[in-house]
């Protein structure tokens, strides 16, 4: 009998079927992607509103004078000023802008009925603006307001941008598939029976010795691969308990979700303005939710949109954490005031320090100048909070040994450092020269 290869082995018959499927996948790609570029519309530019007054220039002027109090659509400490211009007459909006107070005094009718629909707040006046100024911030309040489009869900069988169901396309290469597999199968059958009809019989792998067994076999490697893995096991396990109580890395999820990237990075927030206690404390402290309220009383939704930096998660998704701090304070967005059914917001601790050391936030960052990055990492880049530092003795230490005192403007430190720095010979002293590494200086 002659014998042949067999050249129809399955992985190849699967090979073949992914390499099309692979091929027309990548073809209905781009005809859908050169579709959906050639169909994309080109972002309008908003002309100036046409009338008494600029909203380009109103914009900048609600944004920098009237934002603190008033929203376009919402109550805020001030009433929504969308549509403000149809309310009133041109002449008394002057008057109110410039002087809220003179226009309550005086006993005018509306302006006394809207000083008490808002709380009696009373309204800053902005004597210096004219009038030019005003009928620009009311032509941007005059505006319409924008529609959202809220993207509707995708429904079984929705149409691509090339007409064709996108099911139907995922159908016909689900068959496509089926078939060759089928085709190709019955071929296999046909040349086995065909060969063996013709006295041709199809070669078979030469059976060897398996690699496992020449393997075991080996006794010296067999040794050698003992002995590496018990030296690696030692070295990891050695690793691995050195690492108990270190929790660099850490994450937690926290009950409102608190961005550092948008607070101290994007906008720009002293850290300390948060946490005040770490200049003057042993701790930094968790900052009082009425901290939070110092802004969030009128920043009740998220302001970022689809062009801004905020990509982590959705602006649906950061307003809804605002309304769970409206919820934690008891306050009520639509009448501006506190109803005093408060909930306690309970925090998930990042930085533990063991019982037994002693650390002074206001020794290192007033005292010592430390930047709250040198021991927390880039905190402004950080959408959720994780412990950057080891926060181990040995990090300490080097820290210590490392670091050189800043003496400029501290005469009691300078003193201590000419007379230091004369005893160990040296021109700039380090924390550790000053006693930074004593076991007492932690330990007590």
């Known amino acids: 009998m002659k014998k042949v290869g067999n050249h129809t082995s399955f992985s190849r018959i699967l090979l073949f079927c992914l390499a099309f499927s692979l091929s027309f996948s990548i073809t209905s790609y781009a005809q859908d992607t050169a579709a959906s570029v050639a169909a994309a519309p080109a972002d309008a530019t908003a002309a100036p509103a046409e009338g008494a007054g600029d909203a380009v220039k109103g914009k900048e002027l609600f944004n920098t004078l009237c934002a603190a109090c008033h929203k376009l659509d919402a109550k805020s400490t001030g009433p929504a000023l969308r549509g403000v211009a149809d309310k009133h007459s041109r002449e008394w909006l002057y008057s109110w802008v410039k002087n809220s107070s003179d226009m309550i005094k005086s006993g005018d009718a509306a302006a006394v009925k809207l000083f008490a629909e808002n709380n009696k707040s009373v309204m800053t006046s902005f004597p210096q603006l004219s009038h030019g100024d005003i009928d620009n911030i009311l032509a941007y309040t005059s505006a319409p307001a924008p529609v959202v489009e809220k993207p509707a869900a995708a429904a079984a069988g929705e149409t691509s941008k090339t ?27 046909t040349l086995r029976r065909v060969s063996a009809a013709n006295g041709v019989e199809v070669a078979k792998k030469d059976s060897s010795v398996s690699l496992w067994r020449a393997y075991a076999k080996n006794q010296f490697l067999v040794f050698v691969t003992v002995v ?66 110092n802004c969030h009383k009128n920043v009740s939704e998220f302001q970022g949109d689809k062009d801004s930096t905020y990509v982590d998660h959705s602006k649906e998704f950061y307003s809804g954490e605002i309304k769970k701090l409206y919820d934690a ?32 936030h206001s020794q290192h960052v007033s005292v010592a100048g430390v930047e709250c990055q040198t021991c927390h ?26 670091t050189d005192v800043k003496v400029e403007g501290n005469d009691y430190y300078k003193k201590i450092h000419d007379e230091l720095a004369k005893k160990y010979g040296v021109q700039k002293l380090t924390a550790a020269n000053m ?5 007492g200086k932690c330990h007590y």
């Not at 701790?283 to 901290?291: A, D, E, K, Q, R």
């Not at 990042?350 to 019982?355: A, F, I, R, S």
């Open 163 to 189: 007409g064709v169901s996108n099911d139907l396309v995922l159908f016909a290469l689900m068959l496509v598939l089926v078939v060759l597999i089928v085709m190709l199968v019955l071929v296999n059958r």
């Open 228 to 293: 590496l893995l018990l030296l690696s096991s030692s070295y990891f396990l050695y690793g691995y308990l050195m690492q108990i109580g270190v929790d660099q890395g850490y994450e937690p999820i926290q009950p409102i979700h608190f961005s550092h990237k948008i607070h101290a990075g994007d906008n720009g927030i002293d850290c300390k303005y948060c946490h005040s206690s770490a200049r003057v404390s042993k701790t930094s402290g968790i900052p009082s939710l009425n901290v939070c309220m």
């Open 329 to 360: 304070v008891g306050w009520d967005a639509a009448a501006q005031k506190y109803t005093g059914k408060q909930k306690p917001v309970k925090w998930v601790r990042v930085h533990n320090l063991p019982d037994f050391v002693y650390f002074n």
């Open 377 to 402: 990492g880039p905190v402004e880049t950080m959408e959720v909070m994780r412990q950057h530092s080891p926060l181990t003795m040995g990090w300490c230490i080097n820290c210590h040994r490392e």
């Open 435 to 439: 006693g930074g590494t004593e076991c």
